[in-house]
């Protein structure tokens, strides 16, 4: 697996964490779906959020 770095400090001390809950990213075409958790990688060392996905994507399809 590739080695992530930061775009604005450079620096390579990334980590996951998640967002859930109310956060929780729901289909459009489904209002009364719960959705899916959204899973961020975080640079630990500046905060910047470098990508964000959907823990269940399969949700997503029509």
Known sequence: ???KKCPKCGSR???QG???GYAAMRP???RLSFG???IAD???DCGEI???KVEKPEQFKK
Do not use: Q
Request: overall charge negative.
């Open 13 to 15: 001390d990334i980590e």
């Open 50 to 52: 470098l990508s964000m």
């Open 42 to 44: 975080v640079c630990t």
């Open 1 to 3: 697996m590739e080695e």
């Open 18 to 20: 998640i967002l859930s």
């Open 36 to 38: 899916s958790v959204i």
């Open 28 to 30: 459009d075409h489904k």
